[in-house]
């Protein structure tokens, strides 16, 4: 036992190097099982050094643990070899790794996990008439891992990145979304940095015509709902070039989401359109961030390496913000990594 939150596999473990599982008791939730959270500890943890935290969200088949593994590109043996251990992306970009894991047991249809668990469940979607507590929503959970784990481990750091792919990706910028219904109310997602939200398969329209969670619609029960908040949220929008298979097994196929585009590449340049837009309506400006990633298709560890290889920056390890963005002119284009830290949206394809 570490502390009330967190239980520690193998449990004699004493020092926070390495990786680890993490059972992480959740009694505000009301769940009858801990949740899982394989994590991965650089030596800087160890030796007390300023260390980034990144959450990285799995995607609809639940599979936090094979996402873990596939992150560090190697099996357990390998992390006694130190040659292999410098290799890794937690060591080599000074990052704690926490993947969660939503299983279908505790997080049951996609309404528990990629719409977040907001509103009760009604035939596979929320019923935005019936909003849950708080407590219990999806969203909540992850900035309580953060407090637990940063406690256990000394962590010193000031918040964490949230990165998810396809239905993690759903996770992310929802997220933002529902955090923005009514910032002053919604606890529990105080510690979030930055998110990045990776060839997601539908997305929360910056729209009152779609119901949540395809748009604002139904947002009102749980707050005062607000546009301009999610518009300047620290977004950033991720897009695999080749990610255009119209027939993948996994892409949504609920009419909202079919008329934001007919694979993921166009739904998320809908998406980054459709934020812009809005912005210019408000008279306000869009914080969001927006690049695409070149020859990658629907592939979360290619999308992930690119992310930390052109915009992990600084010693927070999160992108340096840009100036506001002007909606009146801006146009959705791609950011690439020589350009990063220019105004607004620039011209050029990440490459």
Same mark, same amino acid.
């Given at each position: 036992m570490i502390n009330r939150y967190l239980v520690c596999i193998p449990s004699d473990s004493r $020092?926070?190097?390495?990786d680890v599982v993490l059972n !992480?008791? &959740?009694?505000?939730?009301? /769940?009858?099982?801990?949740?899982?959270?394989?994590?991965?500890?650089?030596?800087a943890v160890y030796n007390k050094e300023y260390t980034s935290v990144l959450f990285v969200m799995h995607g609809v088949n639940r599979n936090a643990e094979e996402t873990f593994h596939?992150?560090?590109?190697? &099996?357990?043996?390998?992390?006694?070899?130190p040659l292999a251990k410098k290799e890794l992306l937690p060591e080599l970009h000074n990052f704690v790794l926490l993947v969660p894991e939503f299983s279908a047991e505790l997080f049951p249809e996609r309404n528990a996990y990629n719409f977040g668990n907001v509103f009760q469940n009604s035939g596979n979607m929320p019923d935005t008439t019936c909003p849950n507590r708080k407590e219990n929503w999806s969203f909540t959970v992850i900035d309580r891992i953060?407090?637990?784990?940063?406690?256990?481990?000394?962590?010193? $750091?000031?918040?964490?990145?949230?990165?998810?792919?396809?239905?993690?990706?759903?996770?992310?910028?929802r997220l933002l979304a529902v955090k923005s219904a009514d910032e002053?109310?919604?606890?529990?997602? /105080?510690?979030?940095?930055?998110?990045?939200a990776a060839?997601?398969?539908?997305?929360?329209?910056?729209? !009152?015509?779609?119901?949540?969670?395809?748009?604002?619609?139904?947002?009102?029960?749980?707050?005062?709902? /607000?546009?301009?908040?999610?518009?300047?949220?620290?977004? !950033?929008?991720?897009?695999?070039q080749a990610d255009t298979d119209e027939h993948?097994?996994?892409?949504?196929? &609920?009419?909202?989401?079919? /008329?934001?585009?007919?694979?993921r590449l166009q739904r998320g340049l809908s998406f980054v359109s459709?934020?812009?837009?809005?912005?210019?309506?408000?008279?306000?400006?869009?914080?969001?961030?927006?690049?695409?990633?070149?020859?990658?298709?629907? &592939?979360?560890?290619?999308?992930l390496k690119y992310y930390l290889k052109h915009h992990w920056t600084g010693t927070n390890g999160i992108i340096k913000k840009n100036k506001v963005l002007d909606a009146t002119t801006a146009r959705p284009r791609a950011c690439s990594p020589s350009t990063s830290r220019r105004r607004g949206w620039t011209p050029r394809t990440a490459s």
């Open positions: $020092t926070w190097t390495g !992480f008791y &959740d009694p505000s939730s009301n /769940r009858a099982h801990p949740m899982r959270v394989f994590a991965y500890f650089p030596e596939r992150i560090l590109q190697t &099996d357990k043996k390998d992390h006694c070899n953060y407090e637990a784990v940063k406690l256990a481990a000394a962590i010193n $750091t000031e918040g964490y990145v949230l990165w998810g792919h396809s239905a993690g990706a759903q996770f992310v910028h002053n109310t919604i606890t529990g997602m /105080r510690h979030l940095l930055c998110a990045v060839n997601a398969g539908s997305y929360t329209m910056p729209s !009152f015509k779609e119901q949540y969670p395809f748009g604002f619609g139904g947002l009102s029960h749980i707050g005062v709902c /607000r546009l301009a908040p999610f518009l300047h949220a620290p977004l !950033f929008i991720l897009l695999g993948h097994k996994n892409l949504p196929t &609920d009419e909202p989401a079919q /008329r934001q585009g007919s694979h459709a934020g812009l837009a809005c912005a210019r309506e408000q008279g306000t400006f869009c914080g969001w961030r927006f690049a695409l990633v070149p020859g990658v298709a629907h &592939d979360g560890i290619l999308m």
